[in-house]
């Protein structure tokens, strides 16, 4: 099965961050509380930075990828979860989705997996890289 990028949308900020990648999800009020979108904002900022995020507010998630990692939100209403892939020039946002069992649903593993894959295929196909050569793997 292919699965290909459609028109990944492409933030650049200012200052050197990295930018931010979006493969599926969107953070928008509603359904995102107010302080919630703020703090995924935040959240996604200091991954932008270089910044490393610990637990509570995010885990690995090795089964998706290496580099892969779970933001946690809370608002009043949901848990949200923004999967993300930390690449070496970009933050992948792979999905977002509000927690409603303990485990993350295998739908959602199995579509970030793809997205991830598609993600590295693209990556891998710009004009100018080296083959073989992955930066996008390495986590900085």
């Given at each position: 099965?292919?699965?290909?990028?459609?028109?990944p949308?492409?933030?650049?900020?200012?200052?050197?961050?990295?930018?931010?990648?979006?493969?599926?999800?969107?953070?928008?009020?509603?359904?995102?509380g107010?302080?919630a979108?703020?703090?995924?904002?935040?959240?996604?900022?200091?991954?932008?930075?270089?910044?490393s995020?610990?637990?509570?507010?995010?885990?690995?998630?090795?089964?998706?990828?290496?580099?892969?990692?779970?933001?946690?939100?809370?608002?009043?209403?949901?848990?949200?979860?923004?999967?993300c892939?930390?690449?070496a020039?970009?933050?992948?946002i792979?999905?977002?989705?509000?927690?409603?069992?303990?485990?993350?649903?295998?739908?959602?593993?199995?579509?970030?997996?793809r997205?991830?894959?598609?993600?590295?295929?693209?990556?891998?196909?710009?004009p100018?890289?080296?083959?073989g050569?992955?930066?996008?793997?390495r986590?900085?």
């Amino acid at each position: 099965m292919t699965v290909s990028i459609p028109n990944p949308i492409l933030k650049v900020v200012p200052g050197g961050a990295k930018p931010l990648v979006w493969l599926g999800g969107e953070i928008k009020t509603p359904p995102f509380g107010v302080a919630a979108r703020r703090e995924a904002g935040f959240l996604l900022r200091l991954l932008q930075e270089g910044e490393s995020i610990g637990m509570p507010k995010s885990r690995p998630m090795p089964t998706i990828g290496r580099g892969c990692l779970e933001l946690r939100v809370q608002d009043e209403a949901h848990a949200w979860r923004i999967v993300c892939f930390v690449a070496a020039d970009a933050i992948v946002i792979l999905d977002v989705f509000p927690k409603t069992t303990r485990a993350t649903p295998k739908q959602i593993l199995v579509t970030c997996r793809r997205r991830l894959v598609a993600y590295r295929r693209e990556v891998d196909e710009r004009p100018g890289r080296l083959k073989g050569r992955d930066d996008s793997r390495r986590v900085r």
